[in-house]
């Protein structure tokens, strides 16, 4: 048994990684079966719930008791990256949701992409690898590009009153809260099991990503491309 699962905290942040990966497959799979002509914004949805989803599974193994040493250190090797590009991919589905659909132009994806590499390669430099200044500078910078996306998005929800628009920006009620506690990295509680700021995160930010899927669905279900 390594590092990771010394204390039940770190295996109910590896079991709430897990549920969470779960929980998103099978909204995924409503998405991706959803017949909308919004074909963009649908596109970067499922980019977003994908990336998602895969850092969730492989949150789990990181956090597992069975991965050590080398294997550990490839697992984060794809992860960290992974991550950075999910915020990338929800900064551009918020562009194309804006947007009624239309493709972002690829000045916007350039930018998105370098910006999140960059801040990866950074976080390389200040820190030896893979140890929480890491996912400290992974949550304040891809913060900065989320709230850009969701900047967008609340104010074209009051422009045009797009209900399912609110709802993606509802759910930074429990999205920011799990980001404070990210950066904070010090919250503990006991609730039948013990949970640290970890799984406390992981559960917060499965409900918001549940509330993002049910605004995505409404703006998904009630526009049309024009």
């Given amino acids: 048994m390594n590092d ?3 204390h039940e905290a770190e295996l109910t942040g590896a079991l709430t990684d897990l549920l969470m990966g779960v929980v998103i497959v099978p909204l995924l799979i409503i998405l991706c079966l959803r017949n909308t002509p919004q074909n963009r ?3 970067w949805s499922v980019m977003f719930f994908s990336t998602l989803c895969g850092s969730c599974f492989l949150g789990y193994l990181a956090h597992n008791v069975y991965t050590e040493g080398m294997p550990n250190f490839i697992i ?3 992860l960290l990256p992974l991550m950075y590009e999910t915020f990338a991919a929800f900064f551009l589905f918020a562009l194309a949701l804006i947007t009624n659909g239309a493709k972002p132009t690829p000045l916007y994806v350039i930018l998105a992409e370098a910006y999140v590499a960059c801040a990866f390669v ?3 430099f200040v820190s030896p690898p ?11 910078s891809g913060g900065i590009l989320a709230l850009t996306g969701f900047a967008a998005i609340l104010v074209d929800s009051f422009k ?3 209900i399912g628009e609110r709802i ?6 429990f999205l920011l809260p799990a ?4 950066i904070k990295r010090t919250a503990f509680v006991r609730f039948i099991w013990c949970f640290n700021y970890n799984g406390l995160a992981h559960i917060l930010i499965m409900l918001g990503i549940i509330a993002v899927f049910v605004g995505t669905m409404f703006s998904l279900k009630k526009r049309n491309v024009r």
């Avoid at 893979?130 to 304040?140: R, S």
């Avoid at 993606?168 to 009620?173: E, K, M, P, R, Y």
């Avoid at 980001?179 to 990210?182: G, K, M, N, T, V």
Wanted: proline share 0%; charged share 10%; net charge positive.
């Fill in 179 to 182: 980001a404070y506690l990210q």
């Fill in 41 to 43: 914004t649908k596109f």
């Fill in 76 to 78: 984060w090797s794809i």
């Fill in 4 to 6: 990771f699962a010394i």
């Fill in 168 to 173: 993606i920006v509802a759910s930074l009620v």
């Fill in 122 to 124: 950074f976080s390389l």
């Fill in 130 to 140: 893979y140890n929480g200044t890491h996912i400290k500078i992974l949550v304040i």
């Fill in 160 to 162: 045009k009153g797009r």
